[in-house]
């Protein structure tokens, strides 16, 4: 609670001067522990210095500190995948490379918003599988997550698209959960493959279903065009 404020009063402080901003800033960010206090630093004076702002980001990304390395990703979720959007940034955060899981799961925050505000740009590390296994994964995961409750679709364009573990996670399940109200389509030539029967870590089981193990899900819609849409779940066949 106690860094909360901190990161609060920060902004409250130095409303206008981006440099003396910055400088509190670097102090205080070794500081951060957690997730929370992290992604509620959205500094309002970053919108009107973008360019230094981004010059900063390079070095937090490289940090090698857990949370300031998601700050750095964060911020460039929520300041530069809009008007001031270049290419290169995508590739700053697929080339970050943590076993943290708040730092993993804050680069499939990241592309799982750009596949929706930059979709051109995003979709080839998916497709070409640019990202390490559990950030595709969750990437794919967080798009489906991001269906309103009021319904919408989820499009998985052409070309092959995996899911399931490859890491050491102990659970015993791994599920691609859909929302009620989802329609998850395919298109042509796309397929969407589980890892390989027997393939998985610690014998886990990968399945696609619905949110709290499929109760109370209605509505859900999955949907290809001919017989080039494929869900291949590499089951056993023996």
Same mark, same amino acid.
């Given at each position: 609670?106690?860094?909360?404020?901190? +990161?609060?009063?920060?902004?409250? *402080?130095?409303?206008?001067? *981006? +440099?003396?901003?910055?400088?509190?800033?670097?102090?205080?960010?070794?500081?951060?522990?957690?997730?929370?206090? &992290?992604?509620?630093?959205?500094?309002?004076?970053?919108? !009107?210095?973008? =360019?230094?702002?981004?010059? !900063?980001?390079?070095?937090?990304? $490289?940090?090698? $500190?857990?949370?300031?390395?998601?700050?750095? /990703?964060?911020?460039?979720? +929520?300041?530069?995948?809009?008007?001031?959007?270049?290419?290169?940034?995508?590739?700053?955060?697929?080339?970050?490379?943590?076993?943290?899981?708040?730092?993993?799961?804050?680069?499939?925050?990241?592309?799982?918003?750009?596949?929706?505000?930059?979709?051109?740009?995003?979709?080839?590390?998916?497709?070409? !599988?640019?990202?390490?296994?559990?950030?595709?994964?969750?990437?794919?995961?967080?798009?489906?997550?991001?269906? =309103?409750?009021?319904?919408?679709?989820?499009? /998985?364009?052409?070309?092959?698209?995996?899911?399931?573990?490859?890491?050491?996670?102990?659970?015993?399940?791994?599920?691609?959960?859909?929302?009620?109200?989802? *329609?998850?389509?395919? &298109?042509?030539?796309?397929?969407?493959?589980?890892?390989?029967?027997?393939?998985?870590?610690? $014998?886990?089981?990968?399945? /696609? #279903?619905?949110?709290?193990?499929?109760?109370?899900?209605?509505?859900?819609? /999955?949907?290809?065009?001919?017989?080039?849409?494929? *869900?291949? #779940?590499?089951?056993?066949?023996?």
């Amino acid at each position: 609670e106690e860094n909360n404020l901190h +990161g609060a009063l920060l902004s409250l *402080i130095f409303p206008n001067d *981006i +440099g003396q901003f910055l400088s509190e800033l670097e102090r205080f960010l070794p500081y951060v522990d957690n997730w929370a206090t &992290c992604d509620m630093l959205s500094p309002k004076i970053f919108k !009107k210095n973008l =360019p230094l702002v981004y010059e !900063k980001v390079n070095g937090w990304l $490289k940090s090698g $500190k857990t949370y300031t390395v998601r700050f750095g /990703i964060v911020t460039l979720l +929520g300041f530069f995948l809009d008007d001031v959007f270049k290419p290169e940034m995508l590739q700053l955060v697929a080339d970050v490379k943590s076993d943290e899981f708040y730092v993993k799961m804050a680069a499939a925050w990241y592309f799982s918003v750009a596949l929706v505000k930059q979709y051109d740009a995003a979709l080839p590390y998916i497709q070409n !599988k640019q990202l390490d296994p559990w950030t595709h994964n969750k990437a794919i995961q967080k798009a489906l997550d991001a269906v =309103p409750s009021t319904g919408g679709m989820v499009v /998985i364009p052409a070309g092959t698209w995996m899911f399931g573990s490859t890491d050491q996670m102990t659970s015993k399940t791994e599920v691609l959960s859909i929302k009620a109200k989802t *329609i998850l389509h395919l &298109c042509a030539g796309a397929t969407l493959k589980l890892v390989e029967y027997g393939k998985a870590p610690n $014998k886990k089981i990968v399945f /696609i #279903g619905g949110k709290n193990k499929g109760k109370n899900v209605t509505d859900v819609v /999955i949907e290809g065009e001919g017989e080039t849409s494929v *869900i291949d #779940g590499q089951g056993d066949r023996g």
